[in-house]
């Protein structure tokens, strides 16, 4: 698999919104310019009032720490000096932390690690794509702020003849700690139950990790986030990946605040309902392409279906 790098994806993801793949959320480009520049959010200046609803130690210190995955592209991923945290996720969160007069440090964690290290007090905050499910709400506080839906992606031509919806005896790559993870798992146990063979699971820290062994015909299928299963097909190149399925199960993303401080949760949300309201929010969804994961109001703990 290419490097991670900012996007061509820009108009090859709007390009398949446009075109009814991407209905519920949120790629190979030519080499050029602006395949290697990065989105950047709008200056957005704090505002006195929602400042004012951030915890007091947390206005003091003038900097919070967030827990991030960032092998995740497009969503968080390292730009070329293997520092530096870039993706959509980044440049939404750090816009909202503006309108709270917050700036932002991102540290890479293993995804596993991160809904602990906000619980410890290790990180302020977790942002990694994080589907919100209600046993992640019972440990901490997640803010939506966008949808995204699973999507399977196989080897061009589809050799291996996959069907999402008949997967026994399939060999399935995914990123360990997800919900493609839950996912996948029950549906091996259905098989299973129903007599079948079991799918054979190989798990990875990074899904860029799981993609490659699609590519390399290690394994017959992944599955993951809308927008990263696109962003895969774009960076391997033309021919070399393709969708098989339909996108499911469409859900909120969230960012984690500790359970205990409700106010900076709803700090938060505010944050994101202002960057809403005064067209930031579109402009960076629009830079990255995924307009189509769009949510019309942040919200803390949102009901979600499982």
Not at 64 to 75: D, L, Q, T
Not at 96 to 113: C, G, P, R, T
Not at 211 to 229: F, H, K, Q, R
């Amino acid at each position: 698999m290419a490097t991670h790098k900012p996007l061509s994806h820009r108009t090859s993801l709007a390009a398949l919104a446009a075109a009814g793949v991407l209905t519920l959320s949120a790629c190979g480009g030519g080499e050029d310019d602006t395949a290697s520049e990065t989105p950047e959010a709008p200056e957005v200046s704090a505002d006195e009032e929602l400042a004012a609803m951030v915890p007091d130690d947390i206005r003091e210190a003038g900097t919070v720490s967030i827990g991030v995955e960032s092998e995740y592209p497009p969503g968080e991923f390292l730009d070329e000096d293997g520092q530096t945290v870039l993706g959509f996720n980044v440049d939404l969160l750090d816009a909202a932390l503006a309108k709270l007069d917050l700036e932002s440090e991102w540290v890479s964690a293993n995804f596993d690690s991160i809904i602990i290290g906000v619980d410890t007090g290790t990180y302020d905050l977790g942002s990694s794509s994080f589907t919100i499910t209600e046993e992640r709400m019972e440990a901490v506080n997640m803010v939506g702020y966008f949808s995204s839906g699973t999507q399977w992606f196989v080897q061009s031509g589809n050799p291996e003849g996959v069907d999402p919806e008949n997967p026994c005896g399939l060999r399935v790559a995914v990123q360990s700690g997800t919900t493609h993870d839950e996912d996948i798992e029950a549906r091996s146990e259905a098989c299973v139950e129903e007599g079948e063979d079991p799918i054979t699971i190989e798990k990875f820290q990074s899904q860029p990790q799981a993609t490659e062994t699609i590519v390399s015909g290690l394994n017959d299928a992944s599955l993951a986030d809308m927008p990263t299963a696109a962003y895969a097909l774009e960076q391997t190149g033309e021919g070399v990946l393709e969708f098989v399925g339909d996108q499911y199960d469409a859900a909120p993303y969230g960012i984690v605040t500790h359970k205990d401080d409700p106010e900076m949760a709803e700090a938060l949300a505010a944050a994101f309902n202002s960057i809403m309201e005064d067209g930031t929010y579109q402009q960076i969804l629009d830079e990255w392409g995924i307009s189509a994961g769009a949510i019309e109001a942040a919200e803390v703990n949102p009901s979600v279906e499982e």
